[in-house]
Antibody, heavy 120, light 109 residues
Framework: EVQLVESGGGLVKPGGSLRLSCAASGFTFSIYNMNWVRQAPGKGLEWVSSITASSSYIYYADSLKGRFTISRDDAKNSLFLQMNSLTAEDTAVYYCARADYTSGSYFNVWGQGTLVTVSS | SYVLTQPPSVSLAPGKTARITCEGNNIGSKSVHWYQQKPGQAPVVIIY???DRPSGIPERFSGSNSGNTATLTISRVEAGDEADYYCQVWDSSIDHRGIFGGGTKLTVL
């Protein structure tokens, strides 16, 4: 079964850091582009970051202003998101999402999400 | 940056046809993808590359894309279709980024 399982969410104080993980199974992780998408409470979906196969290219949403870093470990079938200088506006459910193999332009497998709450 | 605009809500009775629009500058030149998200669940892709349907998605769901508007059409709406729907494109015009519309809440009366 193709599956993505996120972990690492929780409560963090403003200015703090958090590292999210996404464990992939049921498919050849290394050949797929992977993404993080977030959803603030009661709000819509927001694409956060993308990393291509072999980590050749990395892209970020402009709103992150260099605070987040995406990475992957293909040997461990894992995707990561290092989040620094967190603010209340970063409070959201963070989803790990696999991009389609052909174009990498849409997200055909999603995890269940992990909640990040930034509050003092 | 590229912007996708969706109506916040659409309401209709069961059995009717729902049309959810997604507007963007010359969106017809891009591939549009649609997601369904039910409360407490992760999004699920229901239409990709404008008109294609993943296996398991009913034929009642269809998509079109031309000019400045992409449309998700849901025929013979059922109570189980009540959800949030998002359009999405991948914008490679200047930098590479995923862009979502603001989402449309479909209410089945």
């Amino acid at each position: 079964e193709v599956q993505l399982v996120e972990s690492g969410g929780g409560l963090v104080k403003p200015g703090g850091s958090l590292r999210l993980s996404c464990a992939a199974s049921g498919f050849t992780f290394s050949i797929y582009n992977m993404n993080w998408v977030r959803q603030a409470p009661g709000k819509g979906l927001e694409w956060v970051s993308s990393i291509t196969a072999s980590s050749s290219y990395i892209y970020y949403a402009d709103s992150l202003k260099g605070r987040f870093t995406i990475s992957r470990d293909d040997a461990k079938n894992s995707l990561f998101l290092q989040m620094n200088s967190l603010t209340a506006e970063d409070t959201a459910v963070y989803y790990c999402a696999r991009a389609d193999y052909t174009s990498g332009s849409y997200f055909n497998v999603w995890g269940q999400g992990t909640l990040v709450t930034v509050s003092s | 940056s590229y912007v996708l605009t969706q109506p916040p809500s659409v309401s209709l009775a069961p059995g009717k046809t729902a049309r959810i629009t997604c507007e963007g500058n010359n969106i017809g030149s891009k591939s549009v993808h649609w997601y369904q998200q039910k409360p407490g669940q992760a999004p699920v892709v229901i239409i990709y590359y404008d008109t294609d349907r993943p296996s398991g998605i009913p034929e009642r769901f269809s998509g079109s894309n031309s000019g400045n508007t992409a449309t998700l059409t849901i025929s013979r709406v059922e109570a189980g279709d009540e959800a949030d729907y998002y359009c999405q494109v991948w914008d490679s015009s200047i930098d590479h980024r995923g862009i979502f519309g603001g989402g449309t809440k479909l209410t089945v009366l």
